[in-house]
């Protein structure tokens, strides 16, 4: 008699059948930036360990800080938060001619409008700025240093030194065909690598057999 009249819910969701798969559209944190930087170089600081959410926006490497408000009257302590002020800003990019949609820190801002613009903010080649881009700023980065203005760029700055120019191209399609370890290392160096196999035994051996050789 009163079901009629029972307010019905309004997020109900239709039952399906019982299926042990996971969703398709469902991805976690660690899938989602895998796919996101499947083809570019990797990070040198990685993923954020903590503040996870830093790895989608530029929020130069601010995050949550813990601390206490205190009484004036009793001095009583009590746990309190401070998040960084994030906001949705549409910033012109000059490398791509188009508005990019990111999460961006009022601190970023500042810095931002004081370099000169986001492709200067992205290009910055500070150990601190690599540092602070976070993964989303180095996609940015990586998106913006293979247009071909900003390749022009860095050929004229080469040539003001008196280097040789570099076809990015060729230099791209010689990094794919380079095994995954060997990316970001030069390769004159990886000859002179130990293998894991090798004993610290077997290494001062020879070298002791090298020096009475060579006297």
Request: proline share 4%.
């Amino acid at each position: 008699m009163f079901s009629a009249l029972r307010p019905r819910c309004l997020h109900a969701v239709e039952s399906r059948a019982f299926s042990t798969s996971t969703r398709l559209s469902w991805k976690s944190h660690k899938n989602a930036l895998a796919e996101a930087h499947e083809n570019l170089p990797p990070y040198p600081h990685g993923p954020a360990r903590w503040y996870k959410q830093s790895d989608k926006g530029l929020y130069g490497g601010q995050r949550v800080r813990f601390g206490n408000n205190v009484s004036k009257d009793t001095e009583t302590k009590s746990r309190r938060t401070w998040h960084p002020n994030i906001m949705r800003k549409s910033l012109f990019s000059k490398a791509l001619n188009r508005r990019i949609r990111v999460r961006v820190s009022t601190r970023v801002l500042r810095t931002i409008d004081k370099v000169g613009g986001l492709d200067e903010y992205l290009l910055g080649e500070k150990s601190a700025r690599i540092r602070e881009l976070g993964m989303e700023g180095w996609r940015l980065r990586c998106i913006v240093m293979a247009t071909k203005s900003v390749q022009d760029r860095f050929n004229m700055q080469r040539v003001a030194l008196g280097l040789p120019q570099v076809d990015y191209a060729a230099l791209a399609l010689e990094t794919a065909e380079m095994p995954p370890e060997l990316i970001g290392q030069n390769v004159e160096d990886s000859e002179f690598l130990v293998e894991e196999d090798q004993d610290v035994e077997e290494i001062a051996s020879t070298g002791a057999e090298s020096k009475e050789i060579g006297a």
